[in-house]
């Protein structure tokens, strides 16, 4: 019995991990086939429509179908025919409304789309209770542009009263969902026909390059295009606005502001969701936006501790002086910043002292004049010491001595002078006959007194004394 329980027990853990491996299978090959079918960025360019009526009566007119074009809305949107074509387009959509698909039409007329594709989510931000509130004056034309501003800056919350875009989720959400369709199409170079605050506002919420000043400085105008390229997975990059080119790196501050943004608004998106699934009272969407919106704040907060690190390193490092071209010490010495065949040249050493004789001259320093010199040469003046030097012996002496004489001394000098008498005859012939004239002066060791030798009267003067 126990065998026949494992046995069964065995085959339904079997069937488990089985259908478990084919599920894993075929999640993968979802995802796979999803990947290879929308993969890589596009470029999608939005075209504001022509002007409307209510564009020119000066009215804000956000209804479905919503009001045709003016005479001049017409001749606009036929000008702009052959820079449309120029572009290269493979992919044409419109919004529902009847002003955006009119300024298509002369691009139709020209043959050069294949289809029109009508998407609801480009339509207009719905202005709610400043409907039909003046474009150019007034409290409606503020404060149909409050709320979007603050979705740009991050408060996707903030609410638009009376519009069917309660918040800038809602707004976002149905925006993304159009320009996903447009992405999954595998359009590579597509254009929008859609809408002023629609294009502008959720361009600034989602590229990751926004300039807002531009929503103050350069509001788009009727016919201009806004160009981003990128994907939904990967992000957006604003390229040009109006004809203004937008750098695609921004400044530090404004990658500050981009990762703020990007650290508040899933989690505002996941109290979105949760609140659609409470109030459609679906028990397990409700679960799921619960565990989705955890993930959504962990790994928010994950990511924008890592981008505030990256921009901040990135910002340091343009701080510092680029070194890289930099001539290494060695290379400086060994090439001298010339070519490295250049012959090295040794500046000349500047003369020790101004006396010394110049290069040329005849009494310049040679080998051969010194030997000759030293051949030719008395030894009276390298002799002189040698002879001195036995008497400065002799003198320490004669003090420990008092009694002895000069005769004595001068016995003593012979007596160990002897070794070098014909060294000390032929210096002291020299010295006699090189210097008759100089007085040598030596003390007498019983006396104490001076005794001055000078040729024959120092002679004299030594036998007197």
Not at 224 to 229: G, R
Not at 251 to 266: I, L, Q
Not at 340 to 355: F, G
Not at 419 to 443: F, G, M, Q, Y
């Amino acid at each position: 019995m126990h065998r026949l329980l494992g046995a069964v027990t065995l085959r339904r853990t079997a069937r488990r991990v089985s259908m478990v491996a084919v599920a894993v299978v075929l999640t993968a090959l979802v995802f796979a086939v999803t990947a290879i079918g929308a993969a890589g960025a596009m470029t999608l360019t939005f075209v504001r429509h022509a002007e409307s009526q209510a564009n020119a009566d000066g009215i804000i007119d956000t209804s479905v179908p919503g009001p045709d074009l003016s005479a001049a809305g017409q001749a606009q949107a036929a000008a702009i025919v052959s820079d449309l074509i120029a572009k290269d387009f493979d992919g044409f959509y419109a919004s529902d409304m009847v002003r955006t698909q009119q300024t298509a039409a002369p691009l139709i007329a020209a043959g050069t789309p294949e289809q029109l594709h009508i998407l609801a989510g480009l339509h207009e931000i719905d202005a709610g209770i400043f409907e039909g509130s003046s474009e150019d004056q007034g409290i409606g034309r503020i404060g149909y542009v409050v709320s979007p501003f603050l979705w740009v800056l991050g408060a996707r919350f903030a609410p638009l009263p009376g519009s069917t875009d309660a918040d800038g989720n809602a707004f976002d959400e149905r925006v993304d969902d159009a320009v996903e369709t447009i992405y999954d199409s595998g359009d590579q170079n597509a254009v929008a026909f859609a809408h002023g605050a629609t294009i502008m506002f959720w361009v600034l919420m989602n590229v990751d390059n926004p300039d807002i000043a531009l929503l103050l400085t350069h509001q788009l105008d009727n016919t201009e295009s806004v160009v981003i390229t990128g994907s939904p997975d990967d992000g957006w990059t604003l390229v040009n606005w109006g004809g203004v080119t937008v750098d695609a790196d921004p400044s530090f501050a404004t990658k500050m502001f981009v990762d703020f943004r990007n650290w508040v608004t899933p989690q505002q998106t996941s109290l979105y969701e949760l609140s659609k699934a409470i109030r459609a009272g679906d028990l397990r969407r409700t679960v799921q936006a619960i565990g989705t919106g955890l993930t959504h704040l962990v790994v928010s907060t994950i990511d924008f501790g890592k981008a505030v690190v990256r921009d901040v390193v990135d910002a340091v490092h343009d701080l510092i002086p680029n070194r890289t071209g930099a001539v290494p010490v060695s290379a400086a010495v060994a090439t001298g910043g010339a070519d490295e065949s250049d012959p090295v040249t040794i500046p000349a050493r500047p003369a020790a002292r101004a006396d010394l004789p110049a290069a040329g001259d005849e009494q310049v320093f040679k080998p051969e004049r010194v030997e000759a010199a030293l051949t030719d040469a008395e030894p009276a003046t390298t002799a002189e010491p040698m002879t001195k030097l036995p008497k400065m012996v002799d003198d320490e002496k004669d003090s420990a001595e008092p009694d002895s004489t000069v005769a004595d001394t001068e016995s003593d000098e012979a007596t160990d002078s002897e070794p070098r008498s014909d060294l000390s005859e032929v210096s002291a012939d020299s010295t006699k006959a090189d210097t008759p004239d100089t007085p040598e002066i030596h003390a007498d060791k019983s006396t104490g007194d001076s005794v001055t030798k000078s040729g024959t009267d120092g002679a004299a003067q030594k036998d007197a004394a």
